[in-house]
């Protein structure tokens, strides 16, 4: 068993990491164990190109399955759009050979509308796509499950009260912000008394198509694909800049339940990126590397560049529990640079005792760790925000034929996959 998190916020190379493990090891299932339809892994196959959302990144290859844990949020509609996007690809059955938790939580259009009216409001940096709202949701105990509409006979009068409790919020925010245009838009959008009978109908099409299981049995070599980063984890990451799910291997672990050793392995870029706001203490946009699948868009706002930044990254393995190896991705993205920036400590001045181990040099608190606290306290998630907001970075400089030597002694851990590129023809195992 082998499974994938990113170690940085997102936008690693987790997909084509998954693909080429997919290749390498002969493995039929990919597990989809966090987040949901926000995830953005793009794979280039044979030609073929696709981002990612709620299908493994490893369905280009023939036969090789997805199954969707009850750890997912699934977005039926989004779904049936990626399922026949593929299948105009070329891939045919990719419907048969996905495989669907019973217990996996639903998002609804009507969640999606609120959740993207409060960010107009509050500019947290979210996707658009309903995350955020869906889990809050879950933890006031209003959900609908994939099992809720595909054998429940109420699931009408469920679809019906959630549009009901969703539209007395929309209309909440509605009276907040009476004068903006994009807020009055979504309004209309889910106050329309069709929205529910159109909903019904694509979900009971849906379902039909795809395996809706309690649970399947994995044979064999299997892979599990993560979404987003380990620094946007719901307890761990910088509030309130963070993703509303679990993005450490946790879910994993629940998911084998001690009967498989898992192989963690930790996807990092050469870089440093992020998509949207929040902290980004190495971010130079100086560095100009734009990429046209990564750009600026409504919701996240625009795709941001960095150095290396080893104070973020030892966090990031501090909060998952350490990786056996590392995937290094887009080493071809440096190619033409002889020496890679790196930060390596931060420059902090304000009390910062309790968030950072430091030394004292000239007058100035060195950082040289950043602490993770047990447990979640996302108020104090959010003064470390603030915190790293003023922090300096402190670089060295690396060539870049050291730079694996260097990622390997500074984390202490072994860089196993080595990325030039985006086919999993251009990767190896070293």
């Given at each position: ?15 084509s ?75 045919e ?46 933890a ?98 910088f ?24 192989v ?11 998509h ?19 750009n ?33 991705t ?19 001045n ?57 990622i ?9 996959i080595?990325?030039?590129g ?9």
């Amino acid at each position: 068993t082998y499974a994938v998190a990113g170690l940085g916020y997102g936008d690693e190379g987790k997909g084509s990491t998954v693909d080429y493990l997919v290749e390498k090891l002969g493995a039929k299932t990919v597990v989809r164990y966090n987040g949901g339809p926000q995830a953005a892994h793009h794979v280039v196959r044979d030609g073929k190109v696709h981002c990612f959302s709620h299908f493994g990144s490893g369905s280009f290859k023939p036969g090789v399955e997805t199954y969707i844990s009850e750890h997912m949020l699934v977005n039926p509609l989004n779904l049936e759009t990626e399922a026949e996007i593929l299948q105009k690809k070329g891939v045919e059955d990719i419907c048969t050979r996905t495989y669907v938790e019973k217990q996996c939580t639903v998002i609804t259009p009507m969640q999606q509308i609120v959740g993207q009216m409060r960010e107009i409001m509050n500019q947290y940096g979210s996707c658009g796509l309903g995350i955020g709202e869906t889990v809050r949701d879950k933890a006031a105990g209003l959900e609908i499950k994939i099992q809720d509409i595909s054998e429940s006979k109420s699931w009408h009068s469920k679809l019906n009260y959630m549009w009901k409790v969703k539209l007395d919020q929309a209309e909440q925010i509605l009276a907040e912000c009476p004068d903006d245009k994009k807020i009055s838009e979504l309004y209309d959008k889910i106050a329309d008394p069709a929205l529910i009978e159109r909903l019904e109908q694509s979900y009971a099409m849906l379902l039909h198509k795809i395996n809706i299981v309690d649970k399947k049995e994995l044979f064999g070599p299997v892979v599990f694909e993560g979404a987003q980063g380990v620094l946007l984890d719901y307890d761990h990451g910088f509030w309130p800049h963070v993703t509303k799910t679990d993005t450490t291997f946790d879910n994993v672990y629940k998911i084998v339940n001690g009967s498989d050793e898992v192989v963690r392995i930790g996807v990092m870029r050469a870089y440093f990126t992020r998509h949207g706001n929040g902290p980004f203490v190495t971010e130079d946009e100086r560095l100009g590397m734009a990429e046209w699948h990564n750009n600026l868009n409504d919701w996240q706002g625009k795709f941001r560049i960095g150095h290396l930044d080893f104070v973020a990254l030892k966090y990031s393995l501090d909060v998952c529990g350490g990786v056996d190896m590392i995937s290094l991705t887009n080493m071809d993205r440096i190619d033409g640079t002889q020496k890679v920036c790196v930060a390596y400590q931060y420059a902090g001045n304000s009390d910062i005792d309790d968030f950072f181990e430091y030394d004292i040099k000239s007058g100035k608190k060195i950082i040289s760790t950043i602490k993770k606290h047990e447990g979640p306290d996302h108020e104090r998630q959010e003064k470390l925000t603030h915190l790293l907001d003023e922090s300096i970075p402190i670089y060295a400089e690396c060539h870049k034929d050291d730079l694996i030597d260097f990622i390997e002694e500074t984390l202490d851990t072994k860089v196993g996959i080595v990325s030039f590129g985006p086919e999993y023809t251009d990767k190896s195992l070293i």
